[in-house]
Antibody
Framework: EVQLVESGGGLVQPGGSLRLSCAAS????????MSWVRQAPGKGLEWVSG????????YYADSVKGRFTISRDNSKNRLYLQMNSLGAEDTAVYYC??????????????WGQGTLVTVSS | EIVLTQSPGTLSLSPGERATLSCRAS???????LAWYQQKPGQAPRLLIYGASSRATAIPDRFSGSGSGTDFTLTISRLEPEDFAVYYCQQYGSSPPWTFGQGTKVEIK
C-alpha cells in the first residue's frame, strides 16, 4: 500500500525557516517524481515544487524560487522541502504528492494527508 | 505560464443528475497532459483522471474526461451523494509551473 506521511509543519515567525519531510512507502521511491503542492486556508491548490526520481532535476513556482529547496534521499525514501524567508503568504497546508513516472510532475496518483505551516508573529 | 479557468464556479445539482465541468487553458496543453482531482473538506485531493481521459485506479466509470488542446471537460454521469465536492483541473504538459484551475464546487441543490 502506498503511503505518504508529511511532517515538520508548525508555527514560524515571518522571515523564519522550516523543513518539511515526507516519508514514502509501498512503492519504489527512486522511480517516481515527487511534488509539493500547497493550499492556503479556504483557497485552491498551488503547485510549489517538483523533483525527478533521480533527484537530478528540480523545479519551482516563481512564488518560492530562491527561498525554497526541494530534495530527496532515495536511500531513506524521503522527500524534503527546505523553506526559508517565510512570509504570511506561505501559510498553507503542504502536501507531498507522487508522480506517475520518473519525470511526471502532475496527474499525481497518491497524496499525503498534508502538514500545516503557519507564518505569524 | 498556462492559466486554467474552470467553469462554473459552483454547480448546484441533485443526486442522479449529470454534472459537466469545464476547464479552459490559456494555451494548448501538450499531449493532453490534463488531470482532474476531487477534494472533500479536510481531505487531500484524489486523482480522478489523467491524460485528459484516462481514469485513475479504482475510479468509478461514472467519471469521464474528454477534450484536447485548450478545452477539457469532466463529466459525472449520475451524481452519487459522495460526489459532492470541489473539483480541480491541472495541466502538466509544458514546462513548469504545472498549474491548477481555481476549482469548481459541486453542491447539493
Amino acid at each position: 500500500e502506498v503511503q505518504l506521511v508529511e511532517s515538520g509543519g508548525g508555527l514560524v515567525q515571518p522571515g523564519g525557516s522550516l523543513r518539511l519531510s515526507c516519508a514514502a512507502s509501498g512503492f519504489t521511491f527512486s522511480s517516481y517524481a515527487m511534488s509539493w503542492v500547497r493550499q492556503a486556508p479556504g483557497k485552491g491548490l498551488e503547485w510549489v515544487s517538483g523533483i525527478s526520481g533521480s533527484g537530478d532535476d528540480t523545479y519551482y513556482a516563481d512564488s518560492v524560487k530562491g527561498r525554497f529547496t526541494i530534495s530527496r534521499d532515495n536511500s531513506k525514501n524521503r522527500l524534503y522541502l527546505q523553506m526559508n524567508s517565510l512570509g504570511a503568504e506561505d501559510t498553507a497546508v503542504y502536501y507531498c504528492a507522487k508522480g506517475r513516472g520518473g519525470y511526471s510532475y502532475g496527474g499525481n496518483d497518491y497524496w499525503g494527508q498534508g502538514t500545516l505551516v503557519t507564518v505569524s508573529s | 505560464e498556462i492559466v486554467l479557468t474552470q467553469s462554473p464556479g459552483t454547480l448546484s445539482l441533485s443526486p442522479g443528475e449529470r454534472a459537466t465541468l469545464s476547464c479552459r487553458a490559456s494555451q494548448s496543453v501538450r499531449s493532453s497532459y490534463l488531470a482532474w482531482y476531487q477534494q472533500k473538506p479536510g481531505q487531500a485531493p484524489r486523482l480522478l483522471i489523467y491524460g485528459a481521459s484516462s481514469r485513475a485506479t479504482a475510479i468509478p466509470d461514472r467519471f469521464s474526461g474528454s477534450g484536447s488542446g485548450t478545452d477539457f471537460t469532466l463529466t459525472i454521469s449520475r451524481l452519487e451523494p459522495e460526489d459532492f465536492a470541489v473539483y480541480y483541473c491541472q495541466q502538466y504538459g509544458s514546462s513548469p509551473p504545472w498549474t491548477f484551475g481555481q476549482g469548481t464546487k459541486v453542491e447539493i441543490k
